[in-house]
């Protein structure tokens, strides 16, 4: 799902049955599930292991009876370059685990490389997870679950290569301008101008690459919008922000231009020519007083010069040779090629600025981020995601943790052009040292708790919660290049309200980003003493069950009244298999599992392969549903429908 998604219900169908799924404890819903399971009840347990990655497990799904499970999610859809973009994920990629990532001191480390499920045991063969997530004082190690096998690679070739529809319903209460994908062939229609529906061209497609949608509405060059939301709880709120229109960078001082890339074997085929397309195009876009280095990763870290070269034609010429030489090979080692980034002092007079291209399929994001806050000092790093299905939490975490921005590239686009484009950004934000004065509204809890610099093209939504509703003004201050800039704002809070009820899940959820980024890098909330990591799991646990949201210590479990598996010990365990995402190669996958067969009854366990979605969007928010059905010799299929509201 995405990075931002607030996953607040579920419901699983099967047979006469509709069962409303229970938020618990993760090691109490496991439990739950567990005991249905063996008891030959259908069973549904969604659990989540990265912020936009969750498992979905079915227990004894019988053939010629379907399951449906439902889920229902809430996100904000940010605007970009202009746009609102609304993006689907589609696949999972693989991720690549570092040897010894995430291993308590006294275990044995894991073997590095992408994790497979084993046929045999139903395992990965890697690190083992603590017994409970939420025992508090205990080593976890963190662990994904096993790699599924992998379709085009070894999976049956029973799986329908056409098994996800899609369609979008857009009611945005103003006119629709532009509607374009520029990932998947879309056709429209619009019954009147403030609707539109999108599906995809020819019905139906692989779920091997992210669906992305772009839009405009008309009239919409307005700088800031909100939307509230009160109940008994209290009231909500969600701010939208967009920088002003700036004269151009003047900016002249020097520029140590770093460019990172990625080597690893993920990266090999189409990713490694779209992360070439683009060092041809920022190479050529550099200032006769900048300087430049090159480094590239994959089992290791190597620069392409002893030092900063000046951006003279021949060093830019020799810095084109050499990347145009590289290939895509071996593992992920992040680490090392931030640290190669970031260990070397910055010659003097110049900022920093680190470009870095990958496709962040690697399992120990925590340790990643933890290592680039660390290490940042008074450098800006931007992310740029190569690839069609990537790891776009990563990423954005990158940017957001590296104060600068994450922008994503499709190798499968014309690489000149987008390289060009994405080049063109490498410039300095636009709006800092953002402050708001919130006047009368008695605001508390907002998120981001840190109010990051604004770029030209990015949008930043601000949650929180009020006090007082009625008329207020509050002002957005901030430095344009420098200059004071404020922008005032009139707005009007509500007393009860009947629309936006997902603005409070919204707010839930981005506070516990918030509280994942301070267990993640250790950095503690402005103005707020020293928090433990057992209270801030205690925290992110106690909204998960208030709010009905999954979290990496809460999940959702549904369990039937019938007892439709007789004989449920003799079933077995088998993961769904998933697409090899477009663009990559075997390289990426590695050792590849031994194929899996089945027949009769089984219980599913793999990574999240979505069948129905649904969906409703309210200025960002989204919902979706899934459905997965076992028929003999088939193993998924898949039909998207959102819904899409925008206020």
Known sequence: LNETAAVNAMVMEVGDERVQAKIQRIEEARATFQKAQSEGRSAALLTQYRPNMFTQDIANLMPGLPVKVTLKYAQTVPRVDGSYELVIPLV?????????????????????????????????????????????????????????PVFELNAPGQIDPERVGLAIHINAGMAIGAIESRTHPITTQTPDQGKAEVRLTGGR????????????????????GLLAYRDPRGGFFSLL??????????????REMVFVLDC??????????????????????????????????????????????????QNIAAGLRYTDSLRGEGGTEMSAGIRQALAPPVPSGAIRLVTFLTDGYIGNEAEILALLKANLNDARLYAFGVGTGVNRYLLSEMGKVGRGF???????????????????????????????DWGGMEVSEPSPDRIPDLFAGQ???????????????????????????????????PETSTQGEAVPIVWARSVIGDLQYQLTTGRQQPGVESVNADALKQRITDLGLNFALVTPWTAFVAVSEKIYNPDPAKTPTLPVAVPQVKGTTEKAYGEPAAPITGGGAFTGHGGPEPE???????????????????RPNRFAEATDDFRTELA
């Open 92 to 148: 999972v990629g693989p991720r690549y685990q570092p040897q010894g990532a995430g291993v308590a001191p006294g275990e044995a480390a894991p073997r590095g490389g992408v994790q497979h499920w084993d046929a045999k045991t139903g395992t990965s063969g890697g690190a083992t997870r603590a017994d409970s997530r939420t025992a508090y004082g205990q080593w976890e190690v963190e662990q994904l679950p096993a790699y599924p």
């Open 205 to 224: 497609t692989l779920d091997n690459r992210d669906f992305v949608l772009r839009y405009t509405l008309a009239g919409t060059r307005t700088q800031a």
């Open 241 to 254: 922000l967009e920088p002003p229109q700036a004269p151009a960078d003047a900016e002249i001082t020097p």
């Open 264 to 313: 690893s074997g993920s990266m090999d085929g189409l990713p490694i020519e779209a992360s070439k397309a683009f060092m041809r195009a920022a190479l050529r876009k550099l200032r006769p007083t900048d300087s430049f280095r090159i480094i590239r990763f994959s089992d290791s870290a190597n620069e392409f010069s002893a030092q900063p070269l000046p951006a003279t034609p």
């Open 406 to 436: 994450t922008r994503y590239m499709d190798p499968t686009e014309d690489l000149e052009k987008v390289a060009g484009e994405l080049a063109d950004r490498l410039q300095s934000p636009v709006l800092t040292d953002i402050q708001i």
């Open 459 to 493: 949008s930043l939504r601000i949650q929180g919660r009020y006090n007082r509703p009625g008329p207020h003004e509050i002002t957005v201050r901030g430095l344009v290049h420098g200059r004071p800039a404020t922008l005032p704002l009139k707005i009007e809070l």
């Open 612 to 630: 129905t979605w649904v969906g409703l969007l309210l200025m960002g928010l989204l919902l979706a549903s899934f459905l997965v059905r076992h």
